[in-house]
């Protein structure tokens, strides 16, 4: 069975510092990937999504970045963290676009 | 623009049913999915309907009609443990995720 990777589970980082969360998802190949953010008691927005290795769409031009070094592998990052980048960050994968998308556990993301 | 209407909060007794809608208007329309995310946890699929008619999984089930634009999510045999945000999102025509605001279902004893 398919199961999704994210950590860390929390992160305290100061303004202005860099930022590097990992997803990697197991038992598929090629699958369909994504970042989302959600603020609190807010809806999911979507950041970035991969449909396949080097290839990044990018929904809300911000301070972020993501990259996808191999097929099961996706990073988010940022060389200078805001305050506004605070949230709760979910990384997803799915097989094909019309298939539901599961969801890790998340990154509470917290900039003191 | 594409936009997909939930109410932001609603209350039920255990044990009773809820019906939770969702209205939609998007650019094309290639299946609804409903999921649930209980407070500071990641969603988890609930359900998927392309086809008008009604979809049941348990006490769980859902509902679409595409000509009208609208779906809900029954839930059936209330507990405690359905307290959480039910999400609603719909795939438009260019195979884009539309998500709604989610509701907030308080169960109460």
């Known amino acids: 069975s398919q199961t999704i990777h994210q950590w860390p589970a929390t992160l305290v980082q100061p303004v202005g510092s860099p930022l590097s969360l990992e997803c990697t998802v197991e038992?598929?190949?090629?699958?369909?990937l994504y970042w989302y953010r959600q603020a609190a008691g807010r809806g999911l927005q979507l950041l970035f999504y991969s449909v396949g290795i080097g290839q990044i769409s990018s929904e809300v031009p911000q301070n972020l970045s993501a990259s996808r070094p191999q097929d099961r592998q996706f990073i988010l990052s940022s060389k200078k963290l805001l305050l506004s980048d605070s949230g709760f960050y979910l990384c997803?994968?799915?097989?094909?676009?019309?298939?539901?998308?599961?969801f890790g556990d998340g990154t509470r993301l917290s900039i003191l | 623009g594409q936009n997909i209407d939930q109410p932001t909060e609603m209350t039920a007794t255990e044990g009773a049913i809820v019906q939770i809608n969702c209205t939609y208007q998007t650019s094309g329309f290639n299946g609804l999915f409903w999921y649930q995310q209980h407070a500071g946890e990641a969603p988890t699929f609930l359900s998927y309907?392309?086809l008008d008619g009604l979809e049941e999984k348990g006490r769980f089930s859902s509902f679409l009609s595409r000509s009208k634009g609208y779906s809900y999510l029954l839930l059936k045999e209330l507990q405690m443990k359905d307290s959480a945000s039910y999400l609603c999102?719909?795939?438009?025509?260019?195979?884009?995720?539309?998500w709604g605001a989610g509701t907030k279902l308080i169960i109460k004893p």
């Open positions: 309907n392309v």
């Open positions: 038992g598929t190949s090629n699958p369909n």
């Open positions: 999102a719909v795939i438009d025509s260019n195979y884009q995720l539309i």
């Open positions: 997803a994968w799915s097989g094909r676009e019309n298939q539901p998308q599961h």
